[in-house]
């Protein structure tokens, strides 16, 4: 994994020039700097997990003799149509999703017309279509894959924005109610009922493209690298020895509880919670999909996969890693009472 490395301080003063979401957290650290006396330690600035070339992540699929298919043999079946349109020009430069569309229309309606055909006595015609029905089904999940994660809808989604603005306050349930419902269609499909709604099925792929999956991760990002340094820091401080000494205790004790309760508590864990609450409803949505289409993913997108998701594992750990050095630190003036003990508590985010 590349990083860069920068101090606090070249970061805070871009932070002051352009206030971003995270600015919070760079003042907080700046007054543990103060707070604690330490030189501002390093940050290291992890690079986003980034989607690997469309042409990479598109799977190629066999095709089927419908290709060579004369549909005009035939006639009285409503999948004559559809069969033309997949023939045509249009049909072979067809998108992803108009692709899966079409496939889907054909899985529903060449039962009736294999039926029809032995009625008629044409097996060997009958036969061909059911050996590209049954090819088809076999295609789906991968058909659907080259509709969904691997389109340019999905990638809009996980790319990351230049600004933050007021993320996440500014997010909106249009892309979870989208992805809800792909989720629920596909679902459908891969258990037998090839049912779609066109129109609506395109919609909701327009508003998963607005999905804040980037911004998510380079929040996300953001938060953990703050918090790094104020670990960082922490651990600076505890080289040095215990906070409290017996009963020595140091002003800086009170200085600190003052900082954890205004600018860590009172301001940093409401993004922070905000940060969390987003996840807990964008996340699994996308998780959802990628298990029903777990067959099909190809090792490239299984490659960004687990890199992305052991990062948020990671960047998501970052505030109980923070709250835990904040224990740490304080744990050695843990028998005193009053302003003190109430610092200990509002670290605590279970109390």
């Not at 894959?145 to 989604?157: C, G, H, I, M, V």
């Not at 258990?191 to 508003?207: C, H, K, R, T, V």
Request: charged share 20%; glycine share 6%.
């Amino acid at each position: 994994m590349a990083y860069t490395a920068i101090t606090a301080s070249t970061v805070l003063l871009g932070a002051c020039s352009e206030p971003e979401p995270d600015a919070a957290l760079a003042d907080y650290v700046q007054r543990l700097e103060r707070t604690l006396d330490q030189a501002p330690p390093e940050i290291k600035v992890p690079e986003l997990p980034r989607l690997p070339p469309r042409s990479d992540l598109r799977l190629t699929l066999e095709s089927s003799s419908l290709g060579t298919l004369d549909f005009l043999s035939l006639t009285g079946c409503a999948v004559q149509v559809t069969i033309g349109k997949r023939n045509s020009s249009l049909g072979i430069m067809a998108s992803a999703s108009q692709r899966l569309l079409l496939e889907l229309e054909f899985l529903q309606l060449a039962p009736e017309c294999i039926a029809f055909q032995r009625t008629q006595g044409e097996e060997t015609l009958a036969n061909l279509l059911q050996s590209a029905h049954q090819l088809k089904q076999e295609q789906l999940p991968a058909l659907i894959f080259n509709a969904t994660l691997a389109s340019p809808e999905y990638r809009a989604l996980w790319r990351p924005p230049e600004e933050l603005g007021d993320y996440p306050a500014n997010t909106s349930s249009e892309p979870l109610n989208a992805l809800a419902a792909i989720n629920a269609s596909v679902s459908r499909w891969l258990s037998g009922d090839y049912s779609a709604d066109n129109i609506a099925f395109e919609i909701q792929l327009s508003e998963v493209a607005q999905g804040d999956g980037g911004a998510l991760l380079k929040a996300l990002a953001l938060q953990a690298r703050w918090l790094h340094s104020a670990d960082a820091l922490l651990d600076m401080r505890r080289e040095k020895g215990p906070l409290c000494q017996g009963l020595l205790r140091p002003a800086a004790v009170d200085t600190l509880g003052n900082v954890i309760r205004k600018y860590f508590v009172g301001e940093v864990q409401p993004w922070s919670a905000g940060l969390g609450r987003r996840q807990h409803e964008l996340l699994p949505l996308l998780a959802e999909l990628e298990q029903q289409l777990n067959t099909a993913l190809p090792p490239t997108y299984q490659s960004w996969q687990a890199a992305r998701n052991a990062q948020l594992l990671a960047w998501a750990d970052a505030p109980r890693r923070h709250v835990q050095a904040l224990q740490t630190t304080l744990e050695p003036c843990g028998g005193l009472t009053g302003r003190a003990a109430s610092v200990k508590n509002a670290t605590n985010p279970e109390k």
